[in-house]
């Protein structure tokens, strides 16, 4: 498999005082392959931000390479490798530039110099991957959160690129705007093997990744599958994240004294498991 | 509240006058308001009257809209009316009372000056009516295009008008809310003195700018991020395409100086 994005022993610190810093990002390495969807998840202040702003050249390591196919990312090369990323931003309002949904998508290919019959096919193929056809001429504020965030995908995705990246992408919206978009993206990675990264705090969408990426205190805890995660349930919640609801019920079912078999990461796998559990008995 | 006056400016329609190409319309509406300075007869007068019910007539705008757009500057009209009837001398003494002379100069030129407001208004109300606002913007940077060589920033211009567009209604809510979480914690902001409520508008104003600027910091990193560096090397997605009937519109404007130009005194 085709490497898409690595970091290699990556550190930042953001400068606090004249002498002080603060260690953000603390030798942080990993590996993302084509096709790929991982989750980056961690509370608030464990560098996971800091993370997206590495990987996006907002900022650059003090320490440490971020390769992104397989170039050292560089000020000279950052133009050209975003124009290969697409990023989705946390506010849903405040990354909307167009003042009509077509207008919005349009304004990563204006960026690049696409022409013009070019751009047309780009806007209205992207839009349709995300179900927004018929909202062309619709301005920002008759939208939803949900739908904005579908838009801002769309951008990103005209650009034909070969990376997504999901900086808490859904922690503004409602659950059904949530679901909308994570069922977008989920759609987009099935159908045209888009590498995916997000960055959440919602352990919920970090179940749908390949690998979970665990950050505390700006340094990898750990790393796995997501039922490898969350097999350590505990160690979880000690560092301020929450378990998936599934999860925390089966737990609780447990400690009450219910034999379950398995592990439960999904609602349907717990109620399989609940309604046959006295048919073998 | 605040969003049906920005709103009701715009009243999208097929006429003749909205599928006008932008840049047309923006040029004309120029063109015209010097050429109104060339009547100076009742005829001229009739003349420039005549033509701008023609546009009212073929934009399909209901006079509603219109007359609503004549009343802020109603005052400024009958204002001008009076200032000439009560001071501008010559002709013949038409009424007198006490202090108060009014001459036939005075009534003459009261009038043309107010028709001369009234069809200048009512001629750029029709453009904002019939163009959207970013069409507006879109027309704006294409004429000025040419100044670009005088190191006017064109571009940069049309970008920041067509985001502060966007965002009028966004910081709407914003306002909206902002307001209603005032109240909740027992702020006034319509009863009390004028002193009094100025006061009251501090509270509203420091979130409102907080959060503009902490939006303002978002949508740089996002457009950034998404490869803008400026207009240069830079496509558009609007096109502004200029017909047949543009280039009649601004046949007409040469026809209609022409006969100005012909009848004036």
């Known amino acids: 498999m085709k490497e898409i994005l690595s970091m290699d022993n990556v550190s930042y610190s953001y400068r606090v005082g004249d002498e002080e810093s603060k260690r953000a990002v603390d030798g942080v390495s990993f590996t993302l392959h084509d096709g790929e969807w991982i989750a980056i998840v961690g509370h608030n202040g464990s560098g996971k931000s800091t993370l997206a702003k590495l990987m996006i050249g907002l900022l650059f390591p003090d320490e440490g390479d971020v390769n992104i196919f397989i170039e050292k990312l560089t000020e000279d090369n950052l133009w050209e490798k975003r124009s290969q990323m697409g990023i989705v931003f946390q506010n849903p309002d405040n990354q909307f530039v167009g003042s009509t949904v077509q207008d919005d998508v349009a304004f990563a290919l204006e960026n690049n110099g696409v022409p013009f019959e070019e751009m047309l096919h780009r806007v209205y193929d992207s839009l349709a991957q995300v179900n927004m056809s018929d909202f062309l001429d619709h301005e920002p504020h008759h939208l939803s959160g ?22 808490e992408a859904t922690s503004m919206l409602d659950p059904q705007g949530r679901d909308e978009v994570i069922r977008v993206v989920e759609n987009l990675r099935c159908k045209k093997g888009l590498t995916v ?56 079912l447990r400690k009450f004294g219910m034999e379950l078999e398995g592990e439960h990461m999904t609602e349907e796998e717990l109620v399989n498991e609940l309604w046959t559990s006295h048919f073998s008995k | ?121 009512l001629m750029t109300s029709v ?33 920041m008008m067509s985001i502060s567009l966007r965002f009028i209604p966004t910081l709407m809510d914003e306002t909206d809310k902002i307001v209603k979480a005032q109240l909740a914690r027992g702020s006034d902001i319509s ?15 420091v979130p409102l700018f907080v959060s503009a600027f902490k939006r303002a910091e978002d949508l740089a990193v996002a457009m950034e991020v998404r490869g803008y560096r400026g207009g240069e090397g830079r496509t558009r997605y609007r096109q502004l395409k200029w017909h047949w009937r543009d280039t009649m519109v601004m046949a007409l404007f040469v026809v209609l100086v022409a006969i100005l130009l012909l009848l004036r005194g």
């Not at chain 1, 949900?146 to 900086?167: C, F, N, S």
């Not at chain 1, 960055?199 to 039922?227: F, S, Y």
């Not at chain 2, 004549?70 to 204002?79: A, C, D, M, V």
């Not at chain 2, 040419?146 to 049309?158: D, I, M, S, T």
């Open chain 1, 146 to 167: 949900g739908q904005k965030q579908r838009v801002a995908i769309a951008g990103a995705l005209a650009l034909h690129p070969r990376l997504l990246i999901m900086d």
């Open chain 1, 197 to 252: 990264i997000s960055i959440t705090h919602d352990l919920e969408e970090a179940l749908l990744a390949n690998r979970i990426i665990v950050m505390n205190k700006g340094q990898v805890l750990a790393v796995g599958t997501p039922k490898e995660i969350f097999l350590r349930g505990v160690e979880l919640k000690t560092i301020g994240l929450n378990l998936p609801f599934a999860l925390r019920v089966s737990g609780l």
């Open chain 2, 1 to 121: 509240m605040l969003e049906k006056m920005i709103f009701g400016r715009y009243i999208p329609g097929n006429s003749f006058v909205h599928r006008l190409d932008p840049r047309a319309k923006l040029s004309f509406v120029f063109l015209f308001i010097i050429a109104v300075f060339l009547a100076n007869t009742a005829m001229t007068y009739a003349i420039l009257v005549g033509f701008t019910l023609l546009v009212i007539f073929s934009s399909r705008i209901r006079l509603y809209f219109l007359i609503n757009g004549l009343k802020p500057i109603l005052f400024l009209i009958i204002f001008t009316l009076l200032m000439h009837l009560f001071f501008t001398k010559g002709g013949v003494l038409l009424f007198e009372w006490k202090f108060i002379k009014v001459y036939e100069e005075g009534l003459r030129q009261g009038i043309f000056i107010s028709i001369r407001f009234l069809v200048l208004v």
């Open chain 2, 127 to 159: 453009l904002t009516l019939t163009t959207s606002p970013i069409s507006i913007t879109d027309g704006m940077e294409d004429l000025l295009g040419p100044f670009k060589r005088f190191k006017l920033p064109v571009h940069e211009l049309a970008l």
């Open chain 2, 191 to 205: 009863t009390g003195s004028i002193k009094q409520r100025i006061r009251a508008v501090i509270p509203l104003l």
